[in-house]
């Protein structure tokens, strides 16, 4: 693996930890830093997401060595990554090519389509529907505001008369398209993420960065556990 910067940072609560293949940087969140006392379940949280994104960080190194096996040149790997031609991980990815029929050549060309090859597109939008949860439960926060906002409105109307009648008619029209346009979101929204979530452990960088976070932590917890 081409070592990556280490980043401490301070990052919403739900992040605990980003591998960026453009910078090469593996930051963790420092908010596990600023506790006084961390319990054996956060120390197993930071733990795994350490051994998580670096063995993402060791996918990609592979998939750039894999890219070097089949005789891509600096700029070739860079149109096929995006990444820099002159960055450091490309140029050593070169020093170090992989044979594309080798065991890791082929495990590496399995990365490599997921990250950058013909399965991107599938692991794009799953990530994408993965970041739908907090917006889901938003979305269901307002829905319950405005529902109840309804039920007010409709109880209202009951015994309203004259212009008071159809200025709550107007408002009880607006909540009716609102609560209807969320609900209509939430339909859309939900099986998404539903998908997502099983299609997440699916994806061949999860699947086997998880895997290797797990044995990782436990070798750590327990040395005797890989004997």
Request: hydrophobic letters at 35%.
């Amino acid at each position: 693996m081409y070592e990556p910067t280490f980043v401490l940072k301070l990052m919403d609560e739900a992040t605990r930890g980003t591998f960026s293949a453009t910078a090469w940087t593996l930051t963790v969140n420092s908010d596990f830093f600023h506790q006084k006392e961390a319990t054996e379940q956060q120390i197993q949280s930071f733990l795994l997401t350490l051994f998580h994104e670096a063995r993402h960080a060791d996918q990609l190194f592979t998939a750039l060595r894999y890219l070097a096996g089949l005789g891509r040149t600096a700029r070739q790997i860079a149109a096929e990554t995006k990444l820099d031609s002159t960055s450091k991980p490309v140029l050593a990815a070169l020093q170090k090519p992989v044979a594309p029929d080798s065991p890791l050549g082929i495990v590496a060309q399995e990365w490599y389509h997921s990250y950058f090859g013909k399965n991107r597109g599938h692991r794009q939008t799953t990530l994408y529907n993965m970041n739908l949860g907090p917006i889901i439960a938003a979305n269901e926060r307002e829905l319950r505001k405005q529902t109840a906002a309804q039920q007010v409105v409709t109880s209202a109307l009951k015994t309203a008369t004259g212009s008071r009648r159809d200025v709550l008619n107007r408002e009880k029209e607006r909540l009716d398209t609102l609560i209807g346009f969320l609900q209509g979101k939430l339909n859309e929204q939900r099986p998404n993420y539903a998908r997502a979530e099983r299609d997440y452990r699916l994806l061949p960088e999860e699947r086997d960065a998880w895997d290797t976070a797990m044995n990782a932590a436990k070798f750590v917890y327990n040395p005797e556990y890989l004997k």
